[in-house]
């Protein structure tokens, strides 16, 4: 499965993005699915994640709220809904498996929040 990270942006605080993640192969609709982050000089964090199914979904404590983690396996792509972006969300954000990274990473797409 290959995964490709799209929808990035430059975004002042207070705005909002989406965020998708198309995969090919046909593993993607079996598999609960994360988004992570990572920011210059930290380590990949996750963000969030979905089940398979997309009935359940988990997110970090930093973004519940403001985040929101949806999928649609018909067309094997995951979403990620950000409102209320802060400055603190900026980094590279990438899509893979949960909790196994089963899949190779994708190039991530950049999200820059300016204050």
């Known amino acids: 499965v290959q995964l490709v990270e799209s929808g990035g942006g430059l975004v002042q605080a207070g705005g909002s993005l989406r965020l998708s993640c198309a995969a090919s192969?046909?593993?993607?609709?079996?598999?609960?699915m994360g988004w992570y982050r990572q920011a210059l000089g930290k380590q990949r964090e996750l963000v969030g994640v979905i089940t398979s199914g997309g009935i359940n979904t988990n997110y970090a404590d930093s973004v519940k709220g403001r985040f929101t983690i949806s999928r649609d396996n018909a067309k094997n792509t995951m979403y990620l809904q950000m409102n209320s972006l802060k400055p603190e969300d900026t980094a590279v954000y990438y899509c893979?498996?949960?909790?196994?990274?089963?899949?190779?990473w994708g190039q991530g797409t950049q999200v820059t929040v300016s204050s």
């Open positions: 192969g046909s593993t993607f609709s079996i598999n609960t």
């Open positions: 893979n498996s949960y909790p196994a990274r089963l899949f190779t």
